[in-house]
């Protein structure tokens, strides 16, 4: 096996424990990658034998998330719709504690789910280690190493990191990190990232119906014959200073007529007045609302080249061989950068205009990106979670029988 294939080290093969009585998971999630990367978990577990699958949503993002669902054919059995206008984080995150505290008390689960890195991940984890409901995290292990980059996620990834007693690291790099925060070992599954499975499926769907992604032929007709730049930020960390950077370089490289951007805007207000006012009127910058899913694949499919500060982002293109430049300084999927499928520029404009550049004009360079082998999964990641979460079940059925009360 090459260096830089993935091994994984669950098999595929049925569950080894023995399933008497229907015990309760509750998957939980609240944005729009959390609901890409969960749909194909969702289906794994309904699948199994003996489970109750039940789904719980934040509505962190209300409308991006439904597109996903209505996609996947999810309709959440819990739904708390939880934002309000102009939250703190803080007030964001007591609410949710509470709000999924409630659910989890009338719902008694023996075990729930939780993906990556939001504030729904870490509240539910939280809310469920009061109670002493055994956590799964799948996208566990992921680091950048600085509490601030990316904020508040990476934080957020740790802090469930000391609860979850399953761990699903995408990576091997991922399992080492988790390793090397002392969890043990026999809590660490290395699955591969479930939004290839998603990537996967849902391009299997637009080809038996393309009608799926017809949104973004309007855009590709536009554009024919130039060299596609598809754009995503909307990281805090960028918020100021490094936003008005990226919304500068990407008019610096919408000068080049052999050039076209497509850049679904985040509806955050951070972004979109910045955007608004530097790249509003230009000709080839199409500033779009943001995409549902399959639409956002079919852009990722009609592209060249990527250029997002997205963490989901990193793993999803290299599967269709678009090369991807990192508006962050750090990023906590080191594999991609590694394997030659990524590259770190930062929010420095001169840096951004110039490694779009040199990908634009140097082929051996965009070549080597694009063909670089992609590290985060192989389609099957929701599969060998679903099967680890049956293995487990038995265990998490005994924290069902006794649990702490959560009052003092």
Known sequence: MADRQQRFTRPLSSPTCSLVNTIKIIVVFGTRPEAIKMFPVVHALRAMPGIETRVCVTAQHRGLLDQVLA???IVPDIDLDIMQPDQTLDSLTAGLIVA??????AEKPARILVHGDTLTTMAASLAAYYRKIPVGHVEAGLRSGDIHHPW???V???VVACIADLNFAPTLAAAEALRQENRAEVSIHVTGNTVIDALFATRVRIRENPALAAGIEPLVTRFRGKRIIAVTSHRRENFGDGMANIASAIRDIAA???VAVVFPVHPNPNVRKVMDAALAGLANVAMIEPLNYPNFVGLLDACDIVLTDSGGVQEEAPSFGKPVLVMRETTERPEGIAAG???LVGTDRARIVAELATLLDDRK????MARAHNPFGDGRAAQRIALAVADALPVSAAFAEERPSVYV
């Open 256 to 258: 080049r007529e052999d």
């Open 152 to 154: 508040p996620e990476e």
């Open 100 to 105: 999924l505290g409630a659910v989890f008390d």
């Open 156 to 158: 957020n990834r740790r």
């Open 365 to 368: 360079a965009y070549e080597a």
């Open 71 to 73: 996609l996947a054919g």
């Open 341 to 343: 499928t990524a590259r």
